[in-house]
């Protein structure tokens, strides 16, 4: 249902940028978003966006990395720039559209990891 892509390993202070298609009934009315799992820590969100655009992050990423969609593909970005070795993490699409009477997808998850 969704595919990730991406990940990799890069020095701090470089970029990446993250994707992840959706295919299936992930209903046209959504949020889509990308969490982290860190070593030794639990999930939390980095960014979501509405379909309507209005976004959400995370303190810890904010003016560092810019979450986007395309509707018209069902896909998700995230650009990450100037990252940091507590950025080292599993990233996970979400698509949630339990307010709209669907469900709540995810995808498999994309290493990410930086160098100090």
């Known amino acids: 249902q969704l595919q990730a892509s991406g990940g990799g390993l890069v020095q701090a202070g470089g970029s990446l940028r993250l994707s992840c298609a959706a295919s299936g009934s992930t209903f046209s009315r959504n949020v889509m978003g990308w969490y982290r799992q860190g070593p030794g820590k639990q999930r939390e969100l980095v960014a979501r966006?509405?379909?309507?655009?209005?976004?959400d992050y995370a303190n810890s990423v904010k003016g560092r990395f810019t979450i986007s969609r395309d509707n018209a593909k069902n896909t998700v970005y995230l650009q990450m720039n100037s990252l940091k070795p507590e950025d080292t993490a599993v990233y996970y699409c979400?698509?949630?559209?339990?307010?709209?009477?669907?469900?709540?997808?995810w995808g498999q998850g994309t290493v990410v990891t930086v160098s100090s």
């Open positions: 966006i509405t379909r309507d655009g209005i976004t």
């Open positions: 979400n698509v949630d559209a339990r307010w709209y009477g669907g469900s709540e997808y």
